[in-house]
Every structure is written in structure tokens, then in C-alpha cells.
């Protein structure tokens, strides 16, 4: 799996057990063609270091970060930082490999929301019964689902509608009343 090395820093079990199970997920989540990891852990005075390297077909990852605290809060920190990389790194990729190349990001489609008029959606006399009474142009962007997420919570909207970068469908992405949120997509 990973080359873990200690400079001035015993690896313990439990450390090497640890950044295995990060870089794996890591690994597994956002990339699948990686040649090499390599993991450096030293301690200099009071800083614990955590430095990772990770080698792959398309492309390199590397990233450095220090704890005052332990050594399992750098290893946390760089862990983070890397996976930031990586989907940064994952997203890059996937833009440049799509066959319409820019072309993808710039693809907008407007969803008109039609207004029916009352006779078309219930009886006469029929009061109780929901209308739709306003209408909305919606631009659907392609962007992830978790790209979708970060802007539905950020947004005062309760969903948003977009093209996943990954299926190239329309999808919905909803907050629910629990709190959490809901994604309705098309069967593939």
C-alpha cells in the first residue's frame, strides 16, 4: 500500500494502521491509477510533519503539513489537504478528458416552468385543490452532485436543478425537513 517512514519519529502500528486507512479511501474515492505513496513523518523539536506523496498515471500529488499538538493532527491535516488536491486534481482531468471540452462548462440549458390555467389543473368549483400560480426560467449547469450540494446550502432556494458532470443527466438536489439532503436522478 503506502511506504511509511519515521525521521526522528518511531511508526508505531497504530500510525501506519491510520494513514493506510486515509490514504486508502483517498485513493479509492479519487483515483484509480496510482503508482506510488509514499508517507514521511518527522518530528523537528516541537513540530510533528506529515508529508505525503502520492505518484499516479496522470498525475502528482504532494502536500506537507505540521501539528504543534500530535502527530495523528498532522497526519489528519495533511490528509485533508491532499484530498483537497485530489479532487481538484479529479476535476481537472475529467474537464479535459470530456469529448465536447469547453464546451461542457458553457453548456447551460434554460427549463421553463409553464403556468396552467386553473380549467387545465382541476374542476370548476374545485377550490381546495393546489395551482401553480408563478413562473420560473431555470438555467441548469453541469457541475457534481457534491458541487451542487456546497451551492444548495449556500442558497436561499430549496433545490436546484442541474446536468451531473458524471451521467450527463438532469438531477434535482433538495433540503429536506430533517435537515439533510435529498438528490432525485434519473434511472441510468
Same mark, same amino acid.
Request: charged residues 35%.
Given at each position: 500500500? *503506502?511506504?511509511?517512514?519515521?525521521?526522528?519519529?518511531?511508526?508505531?502500528?497504530?500510525?501506519?494502521?491510520?494513514?493506510?486507512?486515509?490514504?486508502?479511501?483517498?485513493?479509492?474515492?479519487?483515483?484509480?491509477?496510482?503508482?506510488?505513496?509514499?508517507?514521511?513523518?518527522?518530528?523537528?523539536?516541537?513540530?510533528?510533519?506529515?508529508? =505525503?506523496?502520492?505518484?499516479?498515471?496522470?498525475?502528482?500529488?504532494?502536500?506537507?503539513?505540521?501539528?504543534?499538538?500530535?502527530?495523528?493532527? *498532522?497526519?489528519?491535516? *495533511?490528509?485533508?489537504?491532499?484530498?483537497?488536491?485530489?479532487?481538484?486534481?479529479?476535476?481537472?482531468?475529467?474537464?479535459?478528458?470530456?469529448?465536447?471540452?469547453?464546451?461542457?462548462?458553457?453548456?447551460?440549458?434554460?427549463?421553463?416552468?409553464?403556468?396552467?390555467?386553473?380549467?387545465?389543473?382541476?374542476?370548476?368549483?374545485?377550490?381546495?385543490?393546489?395551482?401553480?400560480?408563478?413562473?420560473?426560467?431555470?438555467?441548469?449547469?453541469?457541475?457534481?452532485?457534491?458541487?451542487?450540494?456546497?451551492?444548495?446550502?449556500?442558497?436561499?432556494?430549496?433545490?436546484?436543478?442541474?446536468?451531473?458532470?458524471?451521467?450527463?443527466?438532469?438531477? =434535482?438536489?433538495?433540503?429536506?425537513?430533517?435537515?439533510?439532503?435529498?438528490?432525485?436522478?434519473?434511472?441510468?
Amino acid at each position: 500500500m *503506502a511506504t511509511v517512514v519515521g525521521r526522528n519519529f518511531e511508526v508505531t502500528p497504530d500510525i501506519r494502521a491510520l494513514l493506510e486507512k486515509k490514504i486508502g479511501k483517498i485513493q479509492e474515492k479519487l483515483f484509480a491509477d496510482v503508482i506510488e505513496v509514499r508517507c514521511v513523518l518527522q518530528v523537528e523539536k516541537y513540530r510533528n510533519i506529515c508529508e =505525503v506523496i502520492m505518484v499516479g498515471k496522470d498525475h502528482d500529488v504532494k502536500t506537507a503539513q505540521q501539528s504543534d499538538e500530535s502527530m495523528q493532527d *498532522a497526519i489528519n491535516m *495533511a490528509v485533508d489537504h491532499l484530498k483537497r488536491q485530489a479532487q481538484k486534481n479529479r476535476k481537472k482531468l475529467r474537464d479535459h478528458h470530456r469529448k465536447d471540452g469547453k464546451q461542457a462548462k458553457s453548456r447551460v440549458t434554460e427549463w421553463a416552468v409553464q403556468v396552467l390555467e386553473p380549467a387545465q389543473l382541476r374542476e370548476s368549483g374545485d377550490h381546495n385543490r393546489h395551482r401553480i400560480i408563478k413562473t420560473n426560467n431555470l438555467p441548469i449547469r453541469p457541475m457534481s452532485i457534491e458541487e451542487a450540494a456546497l451551492r444548495l446550502e449556500d442558497s436561499k432556494n430549496e433545490f436546484i436543478v442541474f446536468r451531473d458532470v458524471d451521467s450527463d443527466k438532469i438531477s =434535482v438536489i433538495y433540503k429536506r425537513q430533517d435537515d439533510n439532503l435529498g438528490l432525485i436522478a434519473p434511472e441510468v
